[in-house]
């Protein structure tokens, strides 16, 4: 007897991550022995602060070995609690954070939480790679709001008004934002909340993952404003501001009724986050000390001055300049129709696959966010492989003609 393969419908309804499959892509080359300047993947280049590593060792010493509390550690609540308070001067109870297997579990937490078959969630362009395959998971439906480079890739409060039905549930953002870096202010999140608080229906997803990496000044919660504060989920973890994308810890603060759900669905399917994170985030959230992340917030700032002023000499990249995160996301269309005489550019898919081919430096299309125009750099590397990778870029690029 033969076997049918059949995948769900679900699954069929989402792609593979197209940043992890360039990253796997530029790996599996990299063990080929091509000398691959990776690009694609966001990760601090930063190795996880050693007070940090110290305290999962103490965690493991000290048996922190078993079935974690799914809504994660008390402890590790409180620090967060405490956080809020101290950092974003935000009030939370602890049974409205919930911990979980890095952001990316946090936000799909919340999309399976809110959304049925055919709700509708507004979702600016650019965005993260992620959103919108999530919400094909939970059957919603994205309500896409084209954004433009002149306007830093910031959607307008208007543009979110024009676009509510009765079936909008969510409106989710990042600030600052993967992939464009931008970064809304105090001002423009008061006329967003405003908008939103409009629709009892409505709810806000504010993805702050990049909080810690801030080029413009202090970082601005939408969940500051009082009269939409039981409408906001803040979305946040260590991954980023931390150097811990390894450890998958990520957290949520939710009003309570979202918060007892998310629970719910976690117990049921992946239960509390690893014990050992846990105690590692609880030291990195909680510590005194950081120095480390204000080092880094330095690091990357040079860094986007340096390839903002790399991309600036190639002719054909139109960008914003990146207020935060670590990414560059120009508009690379000027290339498309153009050839190397073997291949052709269509596409911003065209433009990465011929980038790693010839140039083997691994960034990611634009596609992956919603912006078939534009490829994304990651800057989370250092400034020397930078340099080598737009020399690389730039020679490149010359062998293509129209
Ligand atoms: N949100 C955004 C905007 C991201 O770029 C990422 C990528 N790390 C995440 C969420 C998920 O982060 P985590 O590693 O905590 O799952
Ligand atoms: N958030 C990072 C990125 O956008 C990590 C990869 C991922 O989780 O998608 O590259």
């Known amino acids: 007897m033969g076997k049918i393969e059949k995948v769900s419908d679900r699954l069929k309804r989402i792609s593979v991550s197209q940043t992890l499959e360039m990253a796997r892509r530029s790996m599996e080359l990299r063990e080929k ?37 799914v809504a994660g550690f008390k402890e590790l609540r409180q620090a967060i ?20 297997n890095g952001a990316k579990q946090a936000i799909a937490n919340v999309i399976m939480t809110l959304v049925d078959h055919d709700d509708e969630i507004l979702v600016p362009v650019p965005y993260w790679v992620s959103y919108g395959e999530i919400i094909n998971l939970a059957h ?18 208007k543009q979110i008004r024009a676009a509510i039905t009765e079936n909008t549930r969510v409106f989710i953002f990042s600030s600052p934002s993967n992939p464009a870096g931008s970064v809304y202010s105090k001002k423009e999140l008061r006329e967003i909340a405003e908008v939103i608080s409009e629709n009892e229906n409505l709810y806000v997803i504010s993805d702050e993952i990049y909080e810690h990496i801030n080029f413009s000044g202090k970082h601005e919660s939408i969940a500051q404003f009082d009269f939409i ?19 998958r810890l990520g957290y949520m603060a939710a009003p309570k009724w979202i918060a007892d759900n998310c629970f719910k669905l976690q117990g049921q399917y992946t239960s509390g986050a690893s014990s050992i994170s846990q105690m590692a985030a609880l030291e990195a959230i909680s510590s005194e000390d ?60 065209d433009l990465a ?12 299309p634009g596609s992956a966010f919603g912006d078939p125009d534009c490829i994304r750099f990651s800057f989370a590397t250092s400034r020397d492989k ?17």
């Open 81 to 100: 609690v405490d956080k809020f308070k101290n950092e974003n001067n935000l009030d939370f109870d602890l049974n409205q954070i919930v911990v979980s």
């Open 229 to 247: 504060k039981d409408k906001v989920i803040v979305i946040n973890g260590v991954s980023k501001g931390y150097a811990m994308t390894g450890w």
């Open 140 to 157: 919603g439906k994205n309500v896409f709001l084209p954004t433009d480079v002149e306007d830093d890739y910031k959607v307008s409060p």
């Open 33 to 69: 022995g091509v000398d691959i300047i990776d690009l694609s993947i966001g990760q601090p280049d930063f190795k996880t602060p050693a007070h940090i590593k110290e305290a999962a060792k103490r965690a493991i010493d000290n048996d922190y070995t078993f079935y974690s509390p």
């Open 386 to 402: 930078i340099k080598e990778a737009f020399k690389r870029i730039k020679s490149a690029l010359e062998g293509l003609q129209v």
């Open 290 to 349: 950081n120095i480390y992340t204000l080092g880094m917030n330095a690091a990357f700032k040079r860094r986007r001055d340096l390839i903002i002023e790399l991309i600036s000499n190639i002719k054909g990249f139109r960008t914003n300049t990146p207020q935060g995160a670590f990414y560059v996301f120009p508009n690379i269309s000027e290339f498309f129709g153009k050839s190397d005489g073997y291949i052709m550019i269509k596409n911003a898919s």
């Open 353 to 364: 696959m011929y980038l790693l081919n010839e140039a083997h430096v691994a960034v990611v």
